[in-house]
């Protein structure tokens, strides 16, 4: 059995109104699935690696429904506990041209928020595998979640994993008593890659890039240089620190780029792709780190390579409904290699 990529959170129940319409104005809701680490999760899969998603579900037929809906994407489940009253729920509003899109979320009490140190067997869930991932949501959902994700972390350091975490902050989940600023310090000490979007630094850690401006598109590479080193200057374990770069002229219209630094001095800056039109940009993130994590893990050292990857798949990902980026490493590559036509596959 070749070595796998473990992730850990909260898989959701995604209900969508159709198209663009406003959730006021929804009869109707589309129903997947998604959440941080099951994105990373399908993304791996898709690609042909191998990877196990740990959550906590109810034992009940929804959990069994989103337990099938993972099922379709390959992603081994060996390691799910079941328990606890509820599967969270999102609630997602496509946004277009100049109104963003809106999420509200209903995940109070759920199973994984309910969940506690002790009932995931760490020990099992890492057997046979070679790195372990995570995001920052998971820690802002409860106590127990993130008394669970250190336990977790420390568990594959112990093991000798490789470790990485997206520091996804979410302002409207830290709500059970500590901050991202008191929490996440403890779990990246303990990560060897980081992975964050143009703010994430500065809402978490308080370090901003110098002269930019996300809301109107200026987003320069070069400003992100200092992110990272300040970033690995705090946290020494730390070998790889990459950055998204968004530039967001609007909600159908967005630039998209990224960046790589690596201890060993290197800084890699990819292509910027022009999205337009933006078909779904949730999961977008998450797309860039499964593509990073396979293609470092495919192409050991080849930093550039995995950059380009990763910001390629993740570009893609804007054209795809859903939270999962249903995309091929072919499909991929061939973005990289320059095929941006969209001309008709026969």
């Not at 809301?215 to 992110?227: I, N």
């Not at 039109?277 to 192409?299: C, E, H, N, Q």
Request: proline share 3%; hydrophobic share 40%; net charge neutral.
């Amino acid at each position: 059995m070749q070595p796998f990529v473990v992730t850990f959170g909260e898989i959701m129940l995604r209900l969508q109104p159709p198209g663009y319409e406003r959730i006021r104005q929804a009869r109707s809701f589309e129903v997947v699935y998604g959440g941080g680490e099951a994105n990373v999760a399908v993304s791996l899969a898709n690609y042909g690696a191998s990877a196990r998603f740990v959550t906590r579900l109810p034992n009940n037929d929804v959990g069994e429904a989103c337990m099938a809906y993972l099922r379709q994407y390959n992603v081994d489940l060996s390691a799910v506990a079941r328990g606890g009253d509820r599967l969270g729920i999102y609630f997602c509003e496509n946004g277009a041209a100049q109104r963003g899109s809106k999420v509200i979320y209903d995940r109070a009490h759920s199973s994984l928020a309910t969940i506690q140190p002790g009932m995931i067997d760490w020990d099992a869930a890492f057997e046979g595998a070679d790195w372990f991932h995570f995001t920052g949501i998971t820690p802002a959902i409860s106590q127990g979640a993130a008394e669970t994700c250190l336990e977790a972390a420390r568990a594959a350091r112990a093991k000798g994993l490789t470790i990485s975490c997206d520091l996804n902050y979410r302002k409207n989940l830290w709500k059970w008593g500590k901050s991202a600023a008191e929490v996440m310090p403890g779990l990246v000490e303990l990560c060897d890659i980081a992975v964050g979007n143009e703010e994430d630094a500065e809402k978490v850690f308080g370090i901003k890039a110098p002269e930019v401006d996300v809301q109107s598109g200026k987003v320069s590479a070069g400003a992100y240089r200092y992110v990272a080193e300040q970033l690995a200057g705090r946290f020494q374990r730390l070998q790889s620190i990459a950055i998204t770069l968004r530039g967001s002229l609007s909600a159908s219209h967005n630039t998209w780029s990224g960046v790589l630094w690596q201890r060993s001095g290197e800084f890699f800056t990819a292509p910027t792709y022009d999205i337009l039109p933006i078909v779904d940009r949730v999961g977008g993130g998450d797309a860039f780190a499964g593509g990073l994590i396979y293609a470092l893990r495919a192409k050991p050292g080849d930093g550039d390579y995995a950059l380009r990857f990763a910001v390629a798949a993740s570009c893609l990902k804007h054209s795809i409904l859903g939270d999962f980026n249903v995309v091929s490493k072919a499909e991929v590559e061939a973005l990289m290699a320059g095929d941006a036509s969209g001309r008709v596959s026969r």
